[in-house]
């Protein structure tokens, strides 16, 4: 009697664990697609790095000598730049806020 009963037993704690294990499959894929779209957005605020680059280099080879012209340029440009800090800003957050997110789930198990 009681070997059955251990058997059953084993049984259903093989069940319980295959299924953790199906869903922390899915949960890991999900947070690996989630981590990489935000590598991304991440990334491309790096895209500041160029951009200073070629305004310092349009002043240093333009000495300036349409400043109206190179003002327009330098506005424009600093506009993206501070639309990517933006960006960078909030992708940053979003990070943070997930993962006091998690660590709360974590301290509440």
Same mark, same amino acid.
């Given at each position: 009697?009681?070997? @059955?009963?251990?058997? $059953?037993? #084993?049984?259903?704690?093989?069940?319980?664990?295959?299924?953790?294990?199906? +869903?922390?499959?899915?949960?890991?894929? &999900? @947070?690996?697609?989630? !981590?990489? !779209?935000?590598? !991304?957005?991440?990334?491309?605020?790096?895209?500041?790095?160029? /951009?200073?680059?070629?305004? +310092? #280099? #349009? +002043?240093?080879? !333009? =000495?300036?000598?349409?400043?109206?012209?190179?003002? =327009? =340029?330098?506005?424009?440009?600093? $506009? &993206?730049? @501070?639309?990517? /800090?933006?960006?960078?800003?909030?992708?940053? $957050?979003?990070?943070?806020?997930?993962? =006091?997110? &998690?660590?709360?789930?974590?301290?509440? &198990?």
């Amino acid at each position: 009697m009681q070997c @059955t009963d251990n058997k $059953n037993s #084993e049984d259903s704690l093989v069940k319980v664990f295959s299924e953790e294990i199906d +869903l922390n499959k899915s949960e890991i894929s &999900k @947070t690996l697609v989630d !981590e990489s !779209e935000q590598k !991304e957005i991440v990334d491309s605020a790096y895209d500041i790095v160029p /951009l200073v680059d070629s305004l +310092l #280099e #349009e +002043l240093v080879v !333009e =000495r300036v000598i349409n400043l109206k012209l190179f003002q =327009r =340029r330098f506005f424009l440009k600093m $506009n &993206k730049i @501070t639309e990517q /800090l933006d960006t960078l800003e909030i992708s940053i $957050n979003q990070m943070l806020a997930e993962s =006091r997110e &998690k660590e709360d789930l974590i301290v509440h &198990k």
